[in-house]
């Protein structure tokens, strides 16, 4: 069976009370982000002192972190890309101090809104060469680095998803599949290239990911996107996804080998008091289906 991780970003309280909490509802670890004022960011992590209580906390829990979600939303990477560049190589650099994990999550930062002077192809070309540049950077650390493509940020059309990664081709450069935002995205939710929803849904982007999935978010999705223009991430059984489908789906058809399960409330209301909840649904099928 996999592990489970709980996404700190949705939980908004100090990562001591989170990993105390998850711990005790049975969670193995934290998908750990990176964003203030409860994350773990280079500018709030800065010391050696700090460094070593984060790090004391969760092997003093018993815990592990499954993934690092670098804070790179601040900069949009069509318009700041050297500050994005540069927030990613200061988030690597620790993350190799802390040495929690191997999995590094980043996105590409920017609404799906062509900017004045660029063309679709051009943007993609953007994003190959960049990404192939921060999977080697990564690379020389350590680390892997998942995507995690989404409604609302740039390139989240199932076939250019599926064309970018290829095209990047890093060995240590695979995507984060999120199911919530995998059915929104084949659905059709902000795709700037038109005729490419997937009939199939998310079961045939699951196929089309096959031996391409670094690491897998579950959470359930009722198909709307929420006030920040993205996938809303729903408690499961809240929402249409059918996972018992989906899982096997992902282990067999997808060929996912990642060790977890990692559960994300991204902008969930009071994410906290469904996390045990959460925590139990996934339990179920983990068992069910992991055997």
Known sequence: MKKISLSSWAIPQPLPELVEGARKIGYDGISLGGFPPYGAHPDLVDTAEKKAALVKLFKDH???????????????????????????????????????TKIMRVDTCTPPILPDGMSYGEVKAFFVRHFKEMAKEAAALGFDVVWEFEPGFMINEPKNVIELVDAVDEPNFSLLFDTCHAYNCAMGHRHLEPGLKLGGGIMEFIRMCKDRIGLVHVIDSDGTLNDTGTSTHAPFGDGFINFDEVIPALLHEAGYQGDWWAIDLCEWPDAWAVAEDCYRFVDKFNRKFGK
């Open 62 to 100: 018993g815990m592990e972190v499954a993934d690092y979600a670098l804070d790179m939303w601040k900069y949009d990477s069509l318009k700041m890309t050297d500050q994005w560049r540069a927030e990613y190589t200061r988030a690597l650099k620790l993350a190799k101090e802390l040495a929690l």
